[in-house]
């Protein structure tokens, strides 16, 4: 959505209108539930995830001051959320008698979606690479992975990734440089084993 519509609709939003509000998931739904389906693993707790975001978008929208940066303060939002959830997760783990009951973090991060290869053949090589590319960003800092999954897919850019992370420019940056680097290295360490 181009600049002066979204900020049109954000305006009608702010007056709760709830086509605006209708044009908003539209237009950032497909993107946040990918990044939230990265993040956790899982088409539930994406779902889950996406409906807590647009929930406390209506109830938000009226503190947003529109400074052209929509997408940062929305994906500020959802990073928020996801963070909450390990949270959640890390303390009922903590306190549940039975470690292997309830593990909702053991999803997180843990797979990315199967690829649809349009060749059967082809779906196990790259679900194999699929596999591994996941375990290697799960083996990432917590920053640098957050940094990585949102550049390459939420495509967002470095200054909406720092107002995200609510970290400086350079920092991002520097993340996503050691991320994109260790992430290699793992990939190359992985592929040595196997061969």
């Known amino acids: 959505m181009e600049a002066e519509r979204i900020a049109e609709v954000i305006a009608r939003a702010q007056q709760r209108d709830p086509g605006a509000f ?5 237009a950032y739904s497909d993107r946040l539930y990918g990044y939230f389906y ?8 994406a779902d889950d995830l996406l409906q807590d975001l647009f929930v406390r978008l209506v109830r938000r929208i009226g503190e ?17 959320l996801v963070r909450d959830r390990v949270r959640r997760a890390r303390r009922a783990r903590t306190t549940a008698l039975d470690q292997d009951e309830g593990d909702e973090e053991a999803g997180l991060l843990a797979r990315l979606p199967d690829p ?3 060749d059967p053949g082809e779906l196990a090589p ?26 390459h897919f939420s495509q967002m850019s470095f200054r909406e990734i720092a107002d995200v992370m609510g970290t400086p420019l350079g920092t991002a940056l ?20 196997e061969s």
């Open 22 to 26: 209708d044009a908003l998931i539209e």
């Open 38 to 45: 990265r993040l956790t693993g899982r088409r539930d707790d």
């Open 64 to 80: 947003y001051q529109h400074d052209g940066r929509f997408d940062a303060w929305l994906f500020r939002i959802a990073t928020n």
């Open 116 to 118: 649809s290869a349009e």
């Open 126 to 151: 790259r679900s194999e690479q699929v596999d591994r590319l996941q375990g290697a960003i799960e083996r990432l800092s917590a920053g640098e992975r957050e940094v990585i999954v949102l550049r």
């Open 174 to 193: 520097a993340r996503a440089h050691r991320g994109l680097s260790r992430l290699r290295e793992l990939m190359n360490d992985e592929e040595a084993r």
